[in-house]
């Protein structure tokens, strides 16, 4: 499988699957630098993850699998000759190793089980658990890409209802940098971008480790396409002065069946403003993101980070920017002794979601309803 399998897809390339070879773009160094680090191992997925190198639950997934993939090719010959069963065995142990990476990321787990119950089947038919696992987490790959120009069509066409030009504002990052290719939020941006029907896109700075203003902004830029950042507490004020902003569109890292989704901290804030001042407010995510099996947000267990990534400010010195010496520098803000409460994220209640878009189309609420019924949806 090759980088063809991609194109297409946008101009950025966040993940870079050359069997057995998987790069992943740096994204502790983006906007200033665009450095691909390999990936060889289970490990070497596992920290980047944990370290935000890769972020985004779709390419969290993405990279868990073929970081195993590339580990397994790398020493094909040993874990070939240790037998079916205790491959299997060692296969299913990185995975749960795997999981430990990042909790909240339900696509993770999806493609976590997902992947446990093609070596079972592979262990069962007497064919290679190897071989078996990396054709899965590459189709898994191809799969993701597929999807998100799905959400991209279906969520495009959604706001597009209003009439153009149209406006919109966004959290985070959800483009190429997120996922495998094209993004969820940012797809539909990029797919309104393409048919003409954007006028110019806000994104939030997305404290506090500034995800909109360092990858946001670098995947708009190279895009071509008109965009303004925003502070995260200047979006109330915005909505009000800018009546022509239709739509709030945010990603997931996960969605409960009732429709209540976990996404980075501050989108709850933001889905309340919609509501005051009568925008949509839409939510973009694969189906992989939607955990059937819990009822609602409140049992979503939200990952807390360490304190100073609120009291501390970190970034590249804006001398080393210029002259291309990127060095990394921190700036501490708050003084010392004061705590800090840093929740990765919150959960937006359905009630003031507009709509879920998935790459199998646009789940709405029934009429008076307060909640979604995504079981339902699905099985339509």
């Not at 795997?98 to 993770?108: D, E, I, Q």
């Not at 799905?150 to 959290?171: Q, W």
């Not at 989704?261 to 709850?268: R, V």
Request: glycine share 8%; hydrophobic share 45%.
């Amino acid at each position: 499988m090759s980088l063809l399998l991609l194109e297409g897809a946008s101009k950025l390339q966040a993940i870079r699957w050359v069997r057995p070879r998987l790069d992943i773009l740096d994204q502790l160094l983006l906007p200033h630098a665009s450095t691909y680090i390999g990936i060889r191992t289970s490990a070497d997925g596992h920290r980047a993850i944990a370290t935000m190198q890769t972020r985004g639950a779709p390419a969290i997934a993405i990279v868990a699998a073929l970081s195993l993939a590339a580990e397994l090719l790398g020493s094909y010959e040993k874990v070939s000759a240790m037998g079916a069963e205790a491959a299997a065995a060692l296969i299913e142990q990185r995975l749960d190793y795997l999981g430990t990476s990042r909790p909240t990321a339900v696509n993770l787990f999806d493609a976590i089980t997902k992947l446990k119950a093609v070596v079972s089947r592979a262990l069962a038919s007497g064919h290679s658990v190897v071989d078996a696992y990396v054709d899965a987490a590459e189709a898994m790959l191809a799969a993701d890409v597929a999807d998100n120009q799905n959400i991209g069509r279906f969520g495009a066409e959604f706001i597009e209802r209003h009439g153009g030009p149209l406006k919109v504002l966004t959290h985070c990052n959800t483009g190429a940098l997120a996922t495998a290719g094209h993004g969820t939020a940012l797809g539909i941006i990029r797919s309104l971008h393409g048919s003409g029907e954007l006028e110019h896109v806000f994104f939030t700075e997305t404290r506090p480790y500034n995800q909109g203003a360092r990858l946001t902004s670098y995947e708009l830029l190279v895009e071509g396409i008109p965009a303004t950042m925003v502070c995260d507490s200047a979006v109330s004020a915005l909505l009000r002065s800018d009546p022509s902003i239709r739509a709030i569109v945010v990603g997931a890292d996960r969605v409960a069946r009732n429709g209540d989704t976990a996404n980075k901290i501050g989108t709850y804030q933001l889905a309340i403003a919609a509501r005051f001042h009568g925008r949509d407010f839409i939510v973009a995510a694969p189906t992989t993101s939607i955990d059937l099996e819990m009822e609602s947000g409140e049992d979503i267990v939200i990952e807390e980070r360490g304190m100073d990534e609120v009291l501390v400010t970190e970034g590249f010195a804006a001398d080393s920017v210029v002259d291309g010496e990127l060095k990394r520098a921190a700036v501490r803000v708050a003084p010392v002794g004061v705590r800090a409460w840093n929740p990765s994220f919150d959960v937006t209640p359905a009630g003031l979601i507009t709509a879920v878009v998935t790459e199998k189309g646009v789940f709405v609420k029934s009429e008076g309803a307060g909640e979604f019924n995504l079981l339902e949806s699905l099985n339509k």
